[in-house]
Nanobody, 123 residues
């Protein structure tokens, strides 16, 4: 599966953004999906994951209660709604796909990656 992330931009602290990830290829609907981010000088870290149906989600503690991951299998899309953004959310955000049906917080379990979309939060 090929992935294309979009929706990043510059936003003030406290604002909102919605990231989108468009998938192409077959069997998208059977894959767990995730969002990761990488800030300058830091390692890539887990943000959120969703299972194949959208019924199960997991979040990093740092974004819990502020971010929401969702998916639309009919459109082959995954979304990350980000509210109450903070300066520390500034990063390049990546969407990723697993071979299996469940989401995971482990970066190594993802086999396909999008190109990243930049989110900058000004304080």
């Amino acid at each position: 599966v090929q992935l294309q992330a979009s929706g990043g931009g510059l936003v003030q602290a406290g604002g909102s953004l919605r990231l989108s990830c468009a998938a192409s290829g077959r069997v998208f609907g059977s894959r767990g999906m995730g969002w990761f981010r990488q800030a300058p000088g830091k390692e890539r870290e887990f943000v959120a994951a969703v299972n194949w149906s959208g019924g199960e989600t997991t979040y990093a503690d740092s974004v819990k209660g502020r971010f929401t991951i969702s998916r639309d299998n009919t459109k082959k899309m995954v979304y990350l709604q980000m509210n109450s953004l903070k300066a520390e959310d500034t990063a390049l955000y990546y969407c990723a796909a697993r071979d299996g049906p469940y989401g995971s917080s482990r970066l190594v379990e993802y086999v396909s990656w999008g190109q990243g979309t930049l989110v900058t939060v000004s304080s």
